[in-house]
Nanobody, 123 residues
Framework: QVQLVESGGGLVQAGGSLRLSCIASGRTFVGWAMGWFRHAPGKDREFVAAITRTGSDSLYSAPMKGRFNISVDAAKNTVYLQLNNLRPEDTAVYYC????????????????WGQGTQVTVSS
């Protein structure tokens, strides 16, 4: 049974940073990609970033590139999302997801999802 478990969310002041982690288990993820999405109240789910398991290719939502950084530790089956210079509008539940092949901004292509971790940014 595939499991994705996120952690690292919390309450932070504007301008602060957080590092989210997602540990994947239950199958081999060779040849897979991991992505991060977020969902804020009253808004649609939004793509944040994705990366291949090897770390050779990464993909970012244009507005977040430069502030957020995705990385992976294949040996630990863990993907990270570094959130820098956070803004109140970054407040959302952040979800980790996994799909075969390369990363994508299309949520429906992801086969497995975690439960999410809440990020709250105060002004």
């Amino acid at each position: 049974q595939v499991q994705l478990v996120e952690s690292g969310g919390g309450l932070v002041q504007a301008g602060g940073s957080l590092r989210l982690s997602c540990i994947a288990s239950g199958r081999t993820f060779v040849g897979w990609a991991m992505g991060w999405f977020r969902h804020a109240p009253g808004k649609d789910r939004e793509f944040v970033a994705a990366i291949t398991r090897t770390g050779s290719d990464s993909l970012y939502s244009a507005p977040m590139k430069g502030r957020f950084n995705i990385s992976v530790d294949a040996a630990k089956n863990t993907v990270y999302l570094q959130l820098n210079n956070l803004r109140p509008e970054d407040t959302a539940v952040y979800y980790c997801a996994a799909k075969p092949g390369s990363g994508s901004y299309l949520a429906y292509l992801y086969d497995h999802w975690g439960q999410g971790t809440q990020v709250t940014v105060s002004s």
